[in-house]
Every structure is written in structure tokens, then in C-alpha cells.
């Protein structure tokens, strides 16, 4: 699987936009881009994810660059309530294995800690 | 709809001890994911069911790790005998995801926080 980098920490002020960056200069053809939040103490949250189309939904948007390498998630209007950890994550549609096939692995870097101030 | 639901929420065992974990996922989801979390770090994935097979358990240490998913439905995740290095959060996640490409994003329980004594 593609490796992604993230930076390690990221300072916000309530109501602004957070724009989050994301490096996956490995990126396949079948891999998807997959963005995830977690908030302390709770299980990982699904945010958006795209192919190589820019794609937007009730939480934020994602811009994935022309030649795939890069990405940027943005929270168009950050509350305190978006400080979390935020993980980039690219994985393929499918996987053959020897136990068969193995479909939408997620493979977790560090994340990028986010922090909203008010 | 309900999300996936996992307990206990808290263990607490001594080293060598056995212990058990539960899951139920989303209803109707086919795919079911056991991940590993030690603090600091990502979650690390451990096993993947496909309704009631496995099909990726690459990074389970079998040794002493098991799972079973019996009827593709709900799920449990057994440790014997633990080690102090068990000590994590294990998440539970599930997926719609059956068969042919999909990308279907996975939906994780809040997890079960373990501390090895």
C-alpha cells in the first residue's frame, strides 16, 4: 500500500477554514484517498474519500491534486468540536491474498493532531 | 441506524490472565475488521472477516490471539494468555463491502480499552 505523509500537528482558529495536508506520492491507480478523524477516546470516524475527482460532503472537502500525489481535506468553517487526530489513508479497491481477497484494508499512520482554538 | 456496538468499554486483567472481546456490527454489513490501537499510535488492523471467513489475518500474532466470527454476524476477539505489551484499544469496524471493487468506507465502534497488570 502507498505510504502517506502528514504533518505531525496543526493549529486552527474557531470559524476558520482547516486545511489539512497530505503527501502520497507513491499513490497507485486503483488506490483511493480515505480521510478519518478521531476525536479522544472514541473509535476513528469516516470523513470523505475520492478517486481523483475533488468530492464535498456535509463535513468537508477533499482536493486531490491532478497527478495524485498529494491531497488537502478542508473543514470549511473548524468548531472546537473538529480538534481531533485526522488520517490520510490510501488503499486500494481490492487485495488477493492467500487466505483470498481482501477488500478496503486501511493502514493508519501517525495522523495529523489538529487543534481548534477558540 | 445503529453503529457498531462493542463491550466491555474497560478490562482490566493481569498478564497470563485470558481475555474476551465483543463486537456486532452495522446490521447488514459483510466485512468486519479487528484493529489493535496502542497509544500513540494508528490503529493497526489484525483480522478481516468477509461474512463468516476470514480473509486477512496477516498481522494476528496466532499464538495467542483468536477470532471467530460464527453466523457472519457478531464477533469476538479472545486473547490467551495476555502479555503486557496487549495493553491497547481494540476497535472493531464493519463495512458494507461484499464482493467485486468496492470502496466503501468503514465504520468503527467506540473500542475496548485493555490494561495488562
Known amino acids: 500500500d502507498a505510504k502517506t505523509t502528514q504533518p505531525p500537528s496543526m493549529d486552527c482558529a474557531e470559524g476558520r477554514a482547516a486545511n489539512l495536508p497530505c503527501n502520497h506520492s507513491?499513490?497507485?491507480?486503483?488506490?483511493?484517498v480515505y480521510w478519518y478523524r478521531q476525536i479522544h477516546s472514541q473509535g476513528p470516524q469516516y470523513i470523505i474519500h475520492g478517486l481523483k475527482n475533488n468530492e464535498t460532503n456535509e463535513m468537508a472537502s477533499l482536493i486531490i491534486t491532478e497527478d495524485r500525489k498529494s491531497s488537502t481535506l478542508i473543514l470549511p468553517h473548524a468548531t472546537l468540536r473538529d480538534t481531533a487526530v485526522y488520517y490520510c489513508i490510501v488503499s486500494p479497491l481490492r487485495i488477493s491474498g492467500d487466505g483470498g481477497t481482501s477488500y478496503g484494508k486501511l493502514t493508519f499512520g501517525q495522523g495529523t493532531i489538529l487543534t481548534v482554538h477558540p | 441506524e445503529a453503529g457498531v456496538a462493542q463491550s466491555p468499554r474497560y478490562k482490566i486483567i493481569e498478564k497470563r490472565q485470558s481475555v474476551a472481546f465483543w463486537c456486532n456490527p452495522i446490521?447488514?454489513?459483510?466485512?468486519l475488521y479487528w484493529y489493535q490501537q496502542i497509544l500513540g499510535q494508528g490503529p493497526k488492523l489484525l483480522i478481516q472477516f468477509q461474512n463468516n471467513g476470514v480473509v486477512d489475518d496477516s498481522q494476528l500474532p496466532k499464538d495467542r490471539f483468536s477470532a471467530e466470527r460464527l453466523k457472519g454476524v457478531d464477533s469476538t476477539l479472545k486473547i490467551q494468555p495476555a502479555k503486557l505489551e496487549d495493553s491497547a484499544v481494540y476497535l472493531c469496524a464493519s463495512s458494507p463491502a461484499t464482493g467485486g471493487f468496492s470502496n466503501q468506507p468503514q465504520h468503527f465502534g467506540d473500542g475496548t480499552r485493555l490494561s495488562i497488570l
Open positions: 507513491t499513490i497507485s491507480g486503483n488506490e483511493y
Open positions: 446490521s447488514g454489513h459483510a466485512t
